[in-house]
């Protein structure tokens, strides 16, 4: 028996458990794609406070996934390198981009509830555990995306893009 199939018999990741974190992985680069593609697009616009919003944000879920791919290789377990094809490269305007990124948020959150459920029901703990940061950054995550949108909308469209530019910088300006 090689190294890698007795690392495998070892691990406490059930095939289940590691499909799904897997699978997460490739949510995780996804996402991160399209926040390039945002921060890309509004750059191009002029938009340069959004377009640092969304370049860190972009940065910040390649670092979910690798958070991800960290903890399978640790549990003795193989982590998958994900592909990320098709991304949104052209958007309408803002505005659209804001609620194209709340709707990702909230199907993000989504996923990581169904992963902790069934790490729950398989009795992995462990994971379960580990899934509980994820939880607490949806919060945030999903937090300002909706931000954005309530910026724009209060800032009334654009007759005021350059002021929401800025505030939206704002919103990052503690990392
Ligand atoms: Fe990694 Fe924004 O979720």
Redesign the pocket.
């Given at each position: 028996m090689n190294t890698a199939t007795i690392l495998r018999q070892k691990t406490y990741l059930q095939d289940s458990v590691l499909d799904t974190l897997n699978k997460q992985m490739g949510v995780?680069a996804r996402?991160s794609a399209i926040y390039l593609s945002m921060s890309a697009w509004c750059y191009a616009q002029g938009l340069r406070g959004c377009g640092e919003f969304f370049r860190k944000q972009a940065h910040e879920?390649r670092e979910?996934m690798m958070k991800i791919f960290n903890y399978i290789v640790e549990a003795g377990a193989l982590a998958v390198s994900p592909e990320v094809t098709n991304v949104e490269r052209t958007f309408d305007d803002l505005r659209s981009i804001f609620v194209m990124a709340l709707d990702q948020?909230i199907e993000?959150t989504e996923n990581f509830n169904k992963m902790t459920e069934l790490c729950q029901k398989n009795r992995d703990f462990q994971t379960a555990r580990f899934l509980q940061w994820y939880l607490d950054e949806?919060r945030e995550?999903e937090w300002q995306a909706r931000r954005c949108i309530e910026i724009f909308d209060l800032m009334n469209a654009k007759d005021a893009l350059y002021d929401i530019d800025r505030e939206i910088h704002n919103l990052k300006k503690k990392d």
């Open positions: 995780e996402s879920e979910h948020e993000i949806q995550e």
